[in-house]
C-alpha cells in the first residue's frame, strides 16, 4: 500500500460543477496538508496548505483535513475551464526526514467542459 | 521575480549514455530539491540540498544517479549508464528555508522531460 492514495480519474465536469477531489493516507505522522496544481508540461505549484486537521476557504477552493480518518479533501465551487488541471495532493511531516521530503499522490486529472 | 529553471527542457538519449540536468532555484533559496515524475507513478522525492550539502540522499534510486550543488545555488543532477527506466521528468525544486521553518513552500520548476530510447 502505498503512503498516499489518489483516485487518479480522469474526471469530466460541466462548467459551474462542485468539484471534490480526495486523497487518503496511511502515515499518522503527516502534518502539514498541501493542494498543487499542475497544467500540462508545467511544474506543480501550490494551491492551499493546511496544517493539521481542520478545514481553509481561498475564494472558489476549500480544502479539507480528517487526520482522525486520514482523509484529505479539495473542493473547488463553480468550476471553470481554466480550473482543468491534474490536481495533486501531498504531504509531509514535522520531524526527522519527514519535515521536508513531500510525499505525493498520483494526481487526478480534471477537465471542466465549457 | 525570476521562477526555478530547468534546463533542457526536453533529453532524448540512447540507453547507455550519461545525462546531466540542470536547475537554477529562486534566488536566495536555502534548500533545493529534485523529485521524478513518472507516468503513472507521481512525484518521488529523490535528494535534498541545504545550501551545498546533501543531508538526504535517499530516494535516488541507484548508484548510476548523482547531484551535486554548488555555490549554493546551481544543481546538477547526473544520470550515469542511463535505463529505459530512467525515461521521466525530472522536477526541481527551491524553497526559502530549511526544515524546520513551519510551512516552508517549496517552488517547482517547469521539469525536464527525458526519454532514453
Known amino acids: 500500500q502505498k503512503e498516499v492514495e489518489q483516485d487518479p480519474g480522469p474526471l469530466s465536469v460541466p462548467e459551474g460543477a462542485i468539484v471534490s477531489l480526495n486523497c487518503t493516507y496511511s502515515?499518522?505522522?503527516?502534518?502539514?496538508f498541501m493542494w498543487y496544481r499542475q497544467y500540462s508540461r508545467k511544474g506543480p505549484e501550490l494551491l492551499m496548505y493546511?496544517?493539521?486537521?481542520g478545514n481553509k476557504e481561498d475564494g472558489r477552493f476549500t480544502a479539507q483535513v480528517d487526520k482522525s480518518s486520514k482523509y484529505i479533501s479539495l473542493f473547488i465551487r463553480d468550476s471553470q475551464p481554466s480550473d482543468s488541471a491534474t490536481y495533486l495532493c501531498a504531504m509531509r511531516g514535522m520531524r526527522g526526514g519527514s519535515n521536508y521530503k513531500l510525499t505525493f499522490g498520483k494526481g487526478t486529472l480534471l477537465t471542466v467542459n465549457p | 521575480g525570476a521562477g526555478v529553471s530547468q534546463s533542457p527542457s526536453n533529453k532524448v538519449t540512447e540507453k547507455g549514455k550519461d545525462v546531466e540536468l540542470r536547475c537554477d532555484p529562486i534566488s536566495g533559496h536555502t534548500a533545493l530539491y529534485w523529485y521524478r515524475q513518472s507516468l503513472g507513478q507521481g512525484l518521488e522525492f529523490l535528494i535534498y540540498?541545504?545550501?551545498?550539502?546533501?543531508?538526504?540522499k535517499s530516494g535516488l534510486p541507484s548508484d548510476r544517479f548523482s547531484a551535486e550543488r554548488t555555490g549554493g545555488s546551481v544543481s546538477t543532477l547526473t544520470i550515469q549508464r542511463t535505463q529505459q527506466e530512467d525515461s521521466a521528468v525530472y522536477l526541481c525544486?527551491?524553497?526559502?528555508?530549511?526544515?524546520?521553518?513551519?510551512?516552508?513552500?517549496?517552488?517547482f520548476g517547469p521539469g525536464t522531460r527525458l526519454t532514453v530510447l
Open positions: 493546511t496544517y493539521s486537521s
Open positions: 525544486a527551491s524553497s526559502l528555508a530549511g526544515p524546520g521553518a513551519g510551512h516552508n513552500e517549496q517552488f
Open positions: 540540498f541545504q545550501g551545498n550539502s546533501a543531508p538526504d
Open positions: 502515515n499518522s505522522a503527516f502534518q502539514y
